[in-house]
């Protein structure tokens, strides 16, 4: 799954070293979208999630709820692309730990690129091919409920795109700060259950128990699903929400980049 | 040594493999703890179609979703003994007839499972007020009846999955199936006259039903009385997916 090349893999060294840092981040970034895409289980697994959740679980259970004001289906709809989008952005993780596992990552580091861009390489990386796989259900989504205001979508697709940055380098400080292959599965598919249920992606604040309704608005995922929805159904700006998702992405990006390089640099993985 | 003293050191085996890491036992009860307190909490204060019942309706699938993890896990450590560990050369060197060694792996899983759920059971016998009862050994014994068949179906892809990648889609596409495809958290009249054949075969429609039955409190559309009816009910599947999943490991093992 993690062992492909990176698409400079032909390239002689020096043409390789005299290229741009942006574009060797962006080469690192590529070659994550295309791991990804090379393993067609993971997409039709979170696929087929997607849409039974929405057209079976979503519609079945709304029409046993029966609040004046709330429309369910479409409220869930909105939160299931981020919810969706915040559960791709994890599976970085995955591939991290398991080229440390297999070897891959030691092949990887004698690739002539800086460990700096190579980190926000696996970042953007992993945004970044979280938002391409999303954004078919969120053309589902739009299509379905008449979303069609284009600075409203544009909106919306930032505020995904923060969040998967911002998951990506949660996921990357779980994949380096846990050895154990086991625990590393049940952390992060805890983590998981915990930023999505304890947000608002699902359900509407008001209706949760008092407990979580304090946390609730500090999930990273709430503030993806509120900007979301704020700007696809109200047509508004929730600069409050955006604010709480850029300092989610500067604090567990740089995390992440930190906790990845110390780990590289320290020659655990050498 | 008789194929009956084997046995039980078969399942201390796969029980001490999960006791090897007691932090997976607690994440397992954490997530039953956010499924519980979090999602079920919240949706019992939005959906009214049931009364103010809808927690105490879905609290026992919590139960059961994390009893459906720890049987999939048990799977996971079969398919690593196979594929990451090469523990399968050693495992037929031992005293015991492949048939025995297959089951007792089955009954591995559902004690590991049984244990794993044991403070949730205790959490869902609490709020249906039967936790001084007997009916507590009946909740018992629908968990460990509910994963035996899980146990196997997931002993029985382990057979057959090359990759872990393949596992897992397999994994979470039955995942899928017994959470959102049943009656979990909805009546089954809710779904199409489509899909009713397929809620009704699934094993956690009868799981949860007879979870249900041990409550004081009737809910709507759960018939009343006592859960005997939908335990030989979920008897019927869990036996034949125990039956594949001892089957298939007998199968792989012979490779």
């Known amino acids: 799954m993690s062992s492909s090349h990176t698409p400079a893999n032909g390239s002689s060294k020096t043409t390789i070293a005299a290229e741009s840092p942006t574009h060797l981040i962006l080469q690192m970034a590529l070659r994550d979208v295309s791991v990804l895409f090379r393993t067609p289980w993971i997409i039709i697994t979170r696929s087929l999630a997607f849409i039974i959740q929405l057209f079976v679980f979503a519609f079945l259970i709304s029409g046993l709820i029966h609040i004046p004001g709330l429309n369910f289906f479409e409220y869930y709809a909105v939160g ?3 919810a969706t989008i915040a559960s791709i952005s994890f599976v970085i993780g995955y591939d991290i730990f398991e080229e440390a596992e297999e070897g891959v ?8 690129i800086a460990r700096r861009q190579f980190i926000i390489g696996r970042a953007l990386g992993g945004a970044m091919r979280a938002i391409i796989y999303t954004i078919p259900m969120f053309v589902i989504v739009a299509f379905v409920w008449g979303f069609n205001q284009p600075l409203s979508i544009l909106t919306a697709l930032v505020s995904l795109f923060l969040l998967a940055f911002g998951v990506t380098g949660m996921s990357i400080t779980v994949a380096v700060s846990v050895k154990s292959a086991n625990r590393f599965d049940v952390v992060l598919a805890l983590l998981e ?7 608002t992606a699902l359900y ?12 609730a608005p500090f999930s990273p995922v709430s503030f993806a699903a509120d900007t979301a929805r704020n700007s696809l159904v109200g047509f508004t700006l929730d600069i409050p929400a955006i604010a709480g998702l850029v300092a989610f992405v500067v604090i567990f990006l740089g995390l992440g980049a930190a906790f990845y390089f110390r780990r590289l640099e320290g020659g655990i993985y050498g | ?15 001490r493999i999960l006791f090897s890491d007691a932090f997976l036992v607690a994440i397992m009860f954490a997530n039953f703890a956010i499924d519980l307190f979090v999602t079920a909490a919240t949706f019992g204060r939005l959906v009214t179609g049931q009364g103010e019942n809808y927690f105490l309706f879905i609290a026992p699938g919590s139960n059961l979703i994390t009893a459906m993890v720890a049987a999939f896990q048990s799977g996971r450590d079969v398919w690593r003994e196979k594929y990451i560990k090469d523990l399968t050369s050693y495992l037929l060197t031992l005293p015991v ?3 025995i060694l297959a089951f007792s792996r089955v009954l591995g899983g559902v004690v590991r499972s049984v244990i794993a759920t044991f403070p949730g059971t205790l959490v869902i016998c609490y709020l249906y007020g039967i936790l001084f009862t007997q009916k507590i050994f009946v909740a018992y014994l629908i968990v460990g009846l509910f994963s035996l068949g899980i146990v196997g179906l997931s002993m029985a892809i382990s057979a057959f999955s090359s990759s872990i990648e393949m596992w897992v889609t397999v994994r979470s596409a039955i ?12 009546p089954v009249s809710v779904f199409p006259r489509v899909l009713a054949p397929i809620v009704a075969s699934n094993p956690m429609t009868w799981a949860i039903q007879a979870f249900r039955q041990l409550s004081p409190i009737s809910f709507a559309q759960v018939p009343a009385g006592d859960s ?3 335990i030989l009910i979920l008897a019927g599947p869990s036996l034949a997916f125990a039956l594949l999943g001892t089957i298939c490991y007998i199968w792989y093992s012979k490779l």
């Open chain 1, 193 to 199: 259950l915990a930023v999505s249920r304890g947000s």
């Open chain 2, 1 to 15: 040594m008789s194929n009956t003293r084997l046995i039980p050191l078969i399942i201390e085996r796969d029980v």
């Open chain 1, 80 to 82: 299931s692309v981020v």
């Open chain 1, 105 to 112: 990552l030691d092949y990887l580091l004698t690739l002539p």
């Open chain 1, 204 to 215: 509407p604040i008001a209706f949760m128990p008092f407990y979580v309704s304090l946390f």
């Open chain 2, 228 to 230: 005997l009816g939908s």
């Open chain 2, 175 to 186: 995942q899928l199936y017994l959470s959102f495809l049943s009656a979990l958290f909805y």
């Open chain 2, 97 to 99: 007839q492949r048939p």
